[in-house]
């Protein structure tokens, strides 16, 4: 469509959106069990009203906007404590997972470049996330993946036969997205202190949850700076921080670690350009709806939520495995849950689900559907579980096959 050639009232402008939305997942009322994350009505208005009060502020130069500074260092400062940072912990917020893990990669091969690496390479399971193959493409990193057990957790003994001179970075993930498994990070680590690398613990999924499940009396196995040899561990709080999207803290173990990952020039003639992470500019709204939301929430209110997940995640396991046919893949440790059938096309009920308003991620191998649970739907499994059975009652009767869904998209 052409730029409108008059402006059109703010009125008309958001009827139109509201109307835009009519097709989207009501993700509000736990109908996704992936992409967005809701722990409620006063949450969101938390965030909302604070990315609203900085939406157009600029934390390219905190200098101008020093506010932004403290939300981050309180931000930085509260995700250190909970991975058991001690005072030389440093960091950043970034704009997601993404980001966080493109910059955990760019930091490895900083490091190695210093060390004389030219053809740098990291080792990571099959189910690390595919952000660490972006990296690998923007970096020049080669990435070495490595199958994973039969109970989906990254093999350290098969990771270290891979390891040679210009390995730069080992990949462990607290939880994997795929099955939602906490990987043997102790012994991944191991692998990186022994070679003087680095080792970063992919914690997108699990950096707030996994503390907050460990307080809860879970038995969570070790991940983060408690681990001798971790360097770097990326945490969402976009995710299961419920705060606004743009949202996400990358971890070192101390400054001399982070000093590889930032960026600093005065080759060009505006002088002297640094910048922590890929963007530029960028809204200071998501950085002060993080802090706003963990202010709001606070350790109370975040065993509330992450105990309704946790307690909606088994409730979801005990229902897959009563069903005849379907297989749940792994022990999930936190609550992500993936699953399988024995005898119809996943991508089909899938498909099938989509069209009774549920969505969830499809993935292979082996074909499989994915539910990322959080507060929401606590009270929503077993609608959720009916609509699966009536998807199978439909797919077992038609035979049906489908396509996967991409887990993201070009479009």
Known sequence: MPLPKTGTPADEILSR???????????KLGRAFTLAYYAGADVLEVATAANAM????????????????????DVVAMVAELLHGDGDAAGFMTTGGTESILLAVKAARGRGRARGITAPEMILPTSAHAAFEKAAAYFDVASIRVPVRDDFRADPQAMAARLTPDTVLVVGSA????????????????????????????ACMGGITLPMLERLGYAIPPFDFRVRGVTSIS??????????KGASVILHRNKE???HQTFVTDNWLGGLYASSGILGTKSGGPIAAAWAVMQYLGEPGYLRLTKAARQATEALLAGLRSIPGVRVLGEPDAT??????DDVDAFAIGKALRTRGWVVDQQQPPPSLHCTVNAVHAALIDDFLAALRAALDEVRGTRARAAQAAYGSLE
């Open 17 to 27: 959106l509201a109307a835009l939305q009519a097709n989207d997942v009501d993700w």
């Open 54 to 73: 900085y939406h157009s502020t600029n934390a390219l130069n905190v200098e101008a906007f020093p506010s932004l500074r403290t939300m981050q260092s």
């Open 175 to 202: 939880p994997s997205y795929p099955q939602g498994v906490v990987d043997p990070i102790a012994a991944i680590a191991a692998i990186a202190e022994r070679a003087g690398i680095n080792c970063h613990v992919d």
């Open 235 to 244: 945490v969402d709080l976009h995710k299961y921080g419920y705060t606004a």
């Open 257 to 259: 670690l982070r000093r």
């Open 336 to 341: 992500l849950a993936a699953f399988t059938f």
